[in-house]
């Protein structure tokens, strides 16, 4: 038995067999526990190279492999061997990935827990854990761009090595995870005023499927996905899926490092183009100028364009509001909470439809007095190109009396 265990070949059809078992509606613990007991441990590019041939052969098709995931997932979780895999560098996409996973699953178990508190609340404080759950689902919704990454950046790549059939599948899962939030948050629209036995059902059949789908997910990638493409993938296309990632940005988390491939230096196409003047019609500067300029000014500001995503902030010390990465990207409504987004609404359809071009908001703040002014920004032709975001601590500004006509350096505390 050990020989046929440790034959490579033996152990794929032993595989194929055991998920064919799936299909054929054999319980999934009854196949898992044989498969654990005649295999002991199951390589991740294995179970990949499986999947692969079975769609190939024709023996079954996507949509059945997509249908059957989760079975499969259950009956291989906790008997993938990944002893072989390689070491992920820190700042590596898929570093990246799995940190974002971390922050998935932290969300994930803060979610459970306010479900866990609504279930024994009285129901007049029910409306507020519902709408913390309405920001808490918000936030969740941002898995679109972790997925979004794997869809546009990295399973391009696998295609090339002729690996369709897992990717396929997973964007199937993708879908489907996208569908599970979009009915979470559609349910949380309803009335705050339910029993406890009716915020238990929905949380069985709406709230739990959503959170199982992406926590899910997390396994497959980093018990399969990840160690397989690894493996897969050079660090030059690495490095150009690395290039391309902030075109679509980050999910609930702002990485800290920067990576490049080993012994890779700037190439002269990269040097000239960070010393490139940007030519305005009053003057010029370099990008890095530009920059320096931008995080210099006394004021916060964040850029939507006018598909109402959030595409700039600056990172001055006047930072009043916290802004990471995660939100480059992202629908502009979705970085606010739910109590305000229909004034968010409200402020893009009067910008886009020319009606006003200017909503000033003042706001006492921990003992600080906060001006926040969106503005509309337009070409010279008047057509909307997209709303700036300028918040200001004006608290000792507007202290000032009398002049200031003598050199006095501002305080550096």
């Avoid at 020989?3 to 319980?27: D, F, P, T, V, W």
Wanted: proline share 4%.
């Amino acid at each position: 038995m050990s020989e046929l265990i440790n034959n490579s070949e033996k152990r794929k059809e032993l595989l194929k067999h055991m998920i064919l078992q799936l299909h054929a509606g054999e319980a999934p613990e009854e196949v898992r526990s044989r498969l654990i007991e005649l295999m002991k441990k199951v390589p991740y590019g294995v179970v990949v190279e499986v999947e692969q041939e079975l769609i190939s052969e024709g023996v079954l098709d996507e949509k059945e492999v997509l249908r059957f995931c989760d079975l499969h997932t259950q009956a291989l979780e906790g008997a993938i061997d990944q002893s072989g895999a390689k070491e992920i560098p820190v700042g590596h996409p898929v570093d990246l990935f799995i940190k974002e996973n971390l922050e998935l699953k932290k969300l994930i178990n803060q979610i459970r827990n306010v479900f866990a508190e609504v279930e024994l609340s009285a129901k007049d404080e029910r409306p507020a854990l519902f709408m913390k759950l309405k920001g808490m689902y918000n936030a969740l919704m941002d898995v679109d761009k972790h997925y979004r990454r794997k869809e546009n950046l990295l399973f391009p790549y696998l295609e090339k090595y002729g690996i369709t059939g897992p990717p396929t599948v997973m964007w199937g899962k993708h879908d489907e995870t996208r569908g599970f939030l979009k009915a979470a948050l559609e349910a949380l629209n309803v009335s705050d005023d339910i029993s406890t036995d009716e915020v238990k059902v929905a949380r069985e059949m709406v709230f739990e499927p959503a959170l199982n789908a992406v926590e899910d997910m997390t396994m497959k990638e980093e018990e399969i996905l990840f160690p397989m493409t690894m493996d897969k993938l050079t660090e030059m296309e690495w490095y150009e899926i690395h290039e391309q990632t902030l075109e679509i940005g980050f999910c609930l988390y702002d990485p800290k490092e920067v990576w490049k491939p080993n012994g890779m230096v700037k190439s002269d196409k990269e040097a000239v183009a960070e010393a490139e003047l940007i030519q305005l019609s009053s003057g010029s500067f370099t990008k890095i100028e530009l920059e320096a300029i931008l995080n210099s000014l006394p004021i916060d500001m964040t850029f939507v364009d006018k598909n109402e995503k959030v595409k700039y902030f600056s990172q001055s010390e006047e930072r009043i509001f916290d802004r990471n990465r995660a939100i480059l990207n992202r629908d502009v409504k979705l970085c606010h909470p739910p109590s305000s987004v229909g004034i968010v609404e409200q402020i893009l359809e009067d910008f886009k439809s020319g009606k006003e071009s200017r909503a000033p908001f003042w706001i006492q703040m921990g003992g600080k007095f906060i001006h926040i002014e969106y503005i509309a920004l337009r070409d010279k032709n008047g057509a909307f190109l997209g709303t700036l975001e300028v918040s200001q601590d004006l608290t000792q500004k507007r202290k000032l009396e009398g002049d200031q006509r003598l050199l006095s350096y501002a305080d550096k505390k």
